[in-house]
């Protein structure tokens, strides 16, 4: 069974610009959930979606946004970057539950310049 | 406050050492699940092991076994005989059954970076 996918890996941008990054679950997961990974701040949850609903949010300014669509695919969007959205941006895949073991895609590293 | 505590930064064995790893948590659920993951440098965080807080037995598998205490809040990780492939950030993360707010999320700790020398 294939696992998480996440493209694109590798990303360049500068201030200002918007990006979106996308996650696609591992086949019959319908939850998916993001989190920013920084040397400064760690790894921190982001948002989770199940059946195209946001369930949770994490402390992210509303410059952070996600979508779920109907076959579990997700997006996530910043917009209007800052030199501190540099990060590894995670998306993690489970059941059905959030609880349940999340499975960790490769990541996509952004750089803003 | 910090719900995941890894007090360890940065471990160096040499290899076929054993190594423990160490991580606290705090929580007021009485339903909680326990995680270890593993990142290499490649990024991916790689899932080792979940365990729910109503299991305290301990786990072992293969070179890796756990050690869960819900009097002290830890769940501590060993690696024994370690090897090179063993050198990553490890991660310990616990996330909350209790209350739905923080429904799908995961709080992680800081990581613990083991390096494993020939």
């Known amino acids: 069974k294939a696992g998480v996918t996440q493209t694109p890996r590798y990303l360049i941008k500068t201030r200002g610009q918007q990006v979106t990054l996308s996650c696609s679950p591992i086949?019959?997961?319908?939850?998916v959930s993001w989190y920013q990974q920084t040397p400064g701040q760690g790894l921190q949850f982001l948002f989770e979606?199940?059946?195209?609903?946001?369930?949770n949010k994490g402390n992210f300014p509303g410059r952070f946004s996600g979508r779920q669509f109907s076959n579990s695919r997700s997006e996530m969007n910043v917009s209007t970057l800052e030199l501190g959205d540099s990060a590894l941006y995670l998306c993690a895949s489970s059941l059905v539950l959030p609880q349940e073991t999340q499975y960790f895609g490769p990541g996509t590293r952004l750089l803003v310049l | 406050a910090q719900k995941v505590t890894q007090a360890q930064t940065e471990i160096s064995v040499v290899e076929k050492e054993d190594v423990t790893l160490d991580c606290v948590y705090e929580?007021?659920?009485?339903?909680?699940?326990l995680f270890w993951y593993k990142q290499p440098p490649s990024g991916e965080l790689v899932f080792l092991i979940r365990?729910?807080?109503?299991?305290?037995q301990n786990e072992i598998s293969g070179r890796y076994s756990w050690n869960f205490q819900k009097s002290t809040s830890s769940f501590n990780f060993t690696i024994t005989a370690s090897q090179v492939v063993d050198s990553a950030v490890y991660f310990c993360?616990?996330?909350?059954?209790?209350?739905?707010?923080?429904?799908?999320?995961?709080?992680f700790g800081r990581g613990t970076q083991l390096t494993v020398w020939p």
């Open positions: 993360a616990l996330s909350e059954f209790d209350r739905g707010s923080t429904l799908g999320r995961l709080y």
């Open positions: 979606y199940f059946s195209e609903t946001q369930r």
């Open positions: 086949s019959g997961h319908r939850s």
């Open positions: 929580t007021r659920d009485t339903t909680y699940y």
């Open positions: 365990r729910n807080s109503f299991d305290e």
